[in-house]
């Protein structure tokens, strides 16, 4: 399972927690906001996993809460 995220520190608990069920996990650090850094995270996900099954976008956006 990838993980990626801008928060290192997330992005690396949540793939540790995921080696500790025994799962393979890769963590991936990136700037999701920029096309060409989302363009690099699928190439280093397919090169460690060969493809991608499934993609949860969990993406929040932080703003002016009304």
């Given at each position: 399972?990838?993980?990626?995220?801008?928060?290192?520190?997330?992005?690396?608990?949540?793939?540790k927690e995921?080696?500790e069920?025994?799962?393979k996990?890769?963590?991936?650090?990136?700037d999701?906001?920029?096309?060409?850094?989302?363009k690099?995270?699928?190439?280093?996900?397919?090169?460690?996993f060969?493809?991608i099954d499934c993609l949860?976008?969990?993406?929040?956006?932080?703003g002016r809460?009304?």
């Amino acid at each position: 399972m990838a993980v990626a995220g801008v928060d290192k520190e997330g992005v690396d608990r949540t793939a540790k927690e995921i080696l500790e069920m025994g799962c393979k996990a890769f963590a991936v650090t990136r700037d999701l906001t920029k096309i060409d850094s989302i363009k690099e995270m699928v190439q280093e996900i397919i090169a460690a996993f060969r493809r991608i099954d499934c993609l949860v976008n969990n993406a929040g956006t932080s703003g002016r809460v009304l």
